[in-house]
């Protein structure tokens, strides 16, 4: 759904997932400015890159993308420790930070942390005493450290629950979409996708909420595949496997697979934008590379 005004500029993103030596992270950090992402993103996630000091070896490497966590759990962080974390961080590269945030939905690894899971109902209830209280520390004049950019970091949330994209609503710059939500019967984390019709239901529940918004969120959607092929069929086919619930034609509608040939690709996210709202686009570390020709194509649109 397109703005009175016209469709919102593109942003694109990287959430680069593998951990690397100094030397190899900022290489790749480097590497994402050259191919001309617009955010350097790390999501949070045990085995994967500690989110602060990532965000702040990425600033020392680059110059002009934003920094960004994609997302944080919230159930991984006290909101007081949290808000000296993201202060700091935003000091540390000049006033770069988007701050990702997420309600969590990996059991396994707050088993492992020794924290607790709870119910989906308490993990929303966390986020949102995270959220209003990062905006009351932050906005303090007497809480130090102070982040460099006021009134605040942007706040980007994560999420496609009804209690979330209130939330969203309420209190994000970004609204950030799932292509895919968690299997309640996996303690793993285990990611089932959402259809096109699905997502519309959601984006329009959200725009909902939104309506009395002054300023319109920017929204975003994580992609989880992007191959250019002439063999859409034969690239879909183990995820086919994966969710046999799914006919071909539906997986391959899919708006978090870009599967396809180059020009196919770029309908399909001009085609998004005009449907769902989706102007800031996320990829996957893996597909990097393969999102590039993209971007050059719709840098400007």
């Known amino acids: 759904m397109s703005r009175p005004d016209g469709p919102r500029p593109f942003r694109f993103g990287v959430n680069l997932m593998t951990p690397a030596p100094a030397d190899q992270w900022r290489a790749k950090c480097r590497r994402a400015e050259e191919l001309g992402y617009d955010v350097i993103l790390v999501p949070d996630h045990l085995g994967m890159p500690a989110p602060f000091p990532a965000l702040v070896a990425a600033a020392e490497a680059t110059e002009r993308p934003r920094l960004g966590t994609f997302v944080l759990n919230a159930g991984f962080w006290n909101p007081a420790l949290l808000a000296r974390e993201v202060a700091t961080t935003d000091a540390l590269t000049g006033g770069r930070l988007e701050l990702g945030l997420g309600a969590g939905y990996v059991q396994a690894e707050h088993d492992t942390a020794g924290l607790p899971f709870g119910s989906p109902r308490e993990r929303v209830d966390h986020l949102r005493r ?20 006021q009134p605040r970091v942007p706040l980007l949330i994560g999420g496609n629950g009804d209690r979330v994209l209130r939330l969203t609503a309420e209190h994000a ?91 196919q690709i770029v309908e399909q996210v001009l085609a998004q934008r005009e449907r769902y709202g989706f102007s800031y686009l996320t990829v996957l570390e893996p597909y990097m590379e393969a999102f590039a020709p993209v971007i050059e194509r719709l840098r400007g649109n």
Do not use: C, W
Not at 130 to 149: I, N
Not at 182 to 196: C, H, I, M, N, Y
Not at 218 to 234: F, I, K, P, S, W
């Open 130 to 149: 995270t959220v209003e209280e990062l905006e009351r520390l932050h906005g303090s004049d007497e809480h130090q450290p102070r982040p460099a950019q």
């Open 173 to 263: 710059d970004i609204a950030a979409f799932g292509g895919a939500y968690a299997d309640p019967e996996s303690s793993t984390g285990r990611l089932v996708p959402v259809t096109a019709e699905q997502l519309d239901e959601r984006v329009a529940r959200y725009r909902k909420f939104a309506a009395g918004r002054e300023r319109p969120a920017e929204l975003n959607l994580l992609l989880q595949m992007v191959v250019v092929t002439q063999d859409r069929a034969g690239v879909v086919q183990p995820l086919l496997d994966r969710v046999p619930e799914l006919t071909l034609e539906q997986v391959l509608a899919l708006p978090i697979l870009l599967v396809g040939a180059l020009e």
